[in-house]
């Protein structure tokens, strides 16, 4: 099975950042992509971010787009999401996650779908304060 470990979280004053690592392991990993989601409490999971592996093209949700970056280091099979500008309204646990298996819908919406999604780690929290 794929694993997947997120470190980086933390607590930050607004407009501070912090960068999220996902590492993934498994002997028979093989990502066609990553993304990140979050979830506040309460409220339901949504999509933050992902990243198409073979490709590098990326993707954001409108709520982060120009203050957070995916990014990934291929040799450690890690993701990362470096956050800037970080307001209360980022505070939540962010998840990564995985999707094994090609998805022909990936491109035009399927990145934020999270049943497309195969793998996910346990969380790391992130609390941005005022």
């Known amino acids: 099975q794929v694993q997947l470990v997120e470190s980086g979280g933390g607590l930050v004053q607004a407009g501070g950042s912090l960068r999220l690592s996902c590492a993934a392991s498994?002997?028979?990993?093989?990502?066609?992509?990553m993304g990140w989601f979050r979830q506040a409490p309460g409220k339901e999971r949504e999509f933050v971010a992902a990243?198409?592996?073979?490709?590098?093209?990326?993707y954001y949700a409108d709520s982060v787009k120009g203050r957070f970056t995916i990014s990934r280091d291929n040799a450690k099979s890690t993701v990362y999401l470096q956050m800037n500008s970080l307001k209360p309204e980022d505070s939540a646990i962010y998840y990564c996650?995985?999707?094994?298996?090609?998805?022909?819908?990936?491109?035009?919406?399927?990145?934020?779908?999270?049943?497309?999604?195969?793998?996910w780690g346990q969380g790391t929290q992130v609390t941005v304060s005022s």
């Open positions: 990243m198409h592996w073979g490709s590098g093209i990326t």
């Open positions: 996650a995985a999707e094994t298996e090609r998805s022909r819908s990936f491109s035009i919406g399927g990145y934020a779908d999270q049943t497309q999604y195969d793998y």
């Open positions: 498994g002997r028979t990993f093989s990502a066609y992509a």
